[in-house]
């Protein structure tokens, strides 16, 4: 029997017929000739996400001539994090690597990454972009802020840069299994699990093919829904601006009667009423806002909806 222990590569793809040969040319010849796995056993587990171009036959193709290859293929599109439940819900192996197709993630860490979990005593091994060449700096900074945000309101750390190229033991990998939630944030998932994960930097890197699936509106709005997933924090916000309003407003208060008291009754201008009434329905209308975004992320976690669908699995 072969007692070889196995490690399955979870990778998402989203229209990636281009850079798709490139990763598994370039992984086979790593593991070939480089042995940046040692000598363990490997599968490939590629996900599908409702791509529109011939990823799937791609896919499809290699699986064909090689047995390692395996695939889950979505009904539609459902994006990267359910994509990357896919790929842990059904990766076999005692260790699995998630890393994107496009090689942003160096094949040439998993030799760190590797060493780290495998023979010191790790439980993950994770990426981190220390430079960001070839990003715009708008994107970087609103990234960077990102970090300082979330850091300062959830309980859990998230590293500046980290990415979701993680090298992981399968305890680790069970328990991310094991938290079904429907809005997905993995990089909050990853380290709400906790375990002893080791932090590897290297400088960034460009796409190999293809071109990012991700606008800046995007990438707001997951930035957000990082925010709402894994920090209540928000909510008191309501409750602090609104106890704030109440005692400025006291203050307010008071300042009008004593001076109606002692000069008589100037009642001045409406113009500043409206900027009163304005600014406190913009707060009202924000706290609103803020509530619902909890309150939607509920509703959608109540309907117990699957987090993906599949079409095809092999
Ligand atoms: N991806 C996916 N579903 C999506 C968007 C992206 O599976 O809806 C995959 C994509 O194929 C790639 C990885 O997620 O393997 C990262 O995407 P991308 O390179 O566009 O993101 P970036 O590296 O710019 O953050
Ligand atoms: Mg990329």
Redesign the pocket.
Known sequence: MDSRQLISFV??????EE?LPIYYRTMEELIKNEHIIGDLDYEYWF?D???KDATIDMIKELRAKDEKVHYVSFSR????E???FAGLQNATGDYVVT????L?DSPELLKEMYEAVVTEDYDCAAARRVTREGEKLIRSFLSDSFYKVINKMAEIEIASGA??YRFMKRVMVDAIVAMGEYNRFSKGIFSWVGFKTKWIEYRNVE?SA?????SIWKLFSYALDGIVAFSTKLLNLASGLGLGCCFLAFVGLIFVFVRALLYGDPVAGWPSMMCIIIFIGGLQLLCIGILSMYLSKTYLETKHRPIYIAREKE
């Open positions: 990778v998402p793809c989203f229209n990636e850079a996900i996400d409702g791509s599109n459902f994006g990267k359910a994509a990357l890393m994107d197709v496009d942003q990415r979701d796409r293809g071109s990012t699936k991700w």
